[in-house]
């Protein structure tokens, strides 16, 4: 008798495969990302080593519905925090700019002077459409080889990916996270985000969309 009956449908073991293949994509670059943070995030700003710079990741000030963003004011209060222990003296803020009417660095520059950081001490990067842009330009555009970076935990632990992958030396201040359902989302989204991630570093080499002139910290803010 022949073994082939027993065997499942050619579909069916198709279907198996590209289940199969997609779970190793996603646990490969999960665990890619969680070694590159190792040793890298710290949870109180006093242990932080001294940097001149935090980039602050950005992120919307307010969700669809017209609520507060708690990813948002957790991450700024965190930066504000590390300014405030004196572990940087400089905070990039970087985000997404692409539309009238949607400013993410000028939001977060106005909440970090409302948390009592100097105006003087914060710039703002424009084109901080994705983590990589971000990441990269602090470096290209603003010529920091070596900084703290400033977001949630997941987040982090992909930047740090990110910088290391292009030679900077970057460690991580966590925000506190989120917890509720709007948190359990962004970490099913997470999981995605982290296998385009390693593609982007790993296979596709992805530029930044745009550089532009340096930018000296220290000199005029933005």
């Not at 992958?165 to 966590?174: K, L, M, N, Y």
Request: net charge positive; with cysteine; aromatic share 8%.
């Amino acid at each position: 008798m022949s073994l082939r009956r027993f065997l499942p449908k050619r579909p069916v073991r198709l279907a198996v495969l590209c289940v199969g293949g997609l779970l190793a994509i996603l646990l490969g670059s999960h665990g890619a990302i969680h070694l590159a943070s190792r040793g890298r995030l710290y949870t109180d700003p006093d242990s932080v080593p001294p940097h001149r710079t935090a980039l602050v990741l950005g992120c919307a000030k307010t969700l669809p519905t017209g609520r507060p963003n708690l990813y948002f004011s957790l991450r700024m209060r965190a930066a504000a925090a590390l300014y405030d222990a004196g572990r940087v003296d400089y905070l990039i803020v970087s985000g997404d700019n692409h539309r009238t009417g949607y400013d993410e660095p000028t939001d977060m520059r106005d909440a970090l002077i409302a948390a009592g950081v100097p105006a003087d001490r914060i710039y703002r990067d424009y084109a901080g459409f994705r983590t990589l842009d971000s990441v990269i330009r602090a470096r290209e555009v603003f010529g920091q080889e070596a900084y703290v970076i400033v977001s949630q935990r997941f987040h982090n632990q992909r930047a740090l990916f990110i910088a290391r992958s292009h030679g900077i030396d970057a460690v991580a201040f966590d925000a506190p996270d989120v917890a509720r359902l709007g948190g359990r989302k962004t970490k099913v989204r997470e999981v995605f985000a982290r296998a385009k991630t390693v593609a982007d570093v790993w296979l596709l080499n992805t530029k930044p969309r745009f550089l532009g002139p340096p930018v000296a910290l220290g000199g005029p803010t933005n």
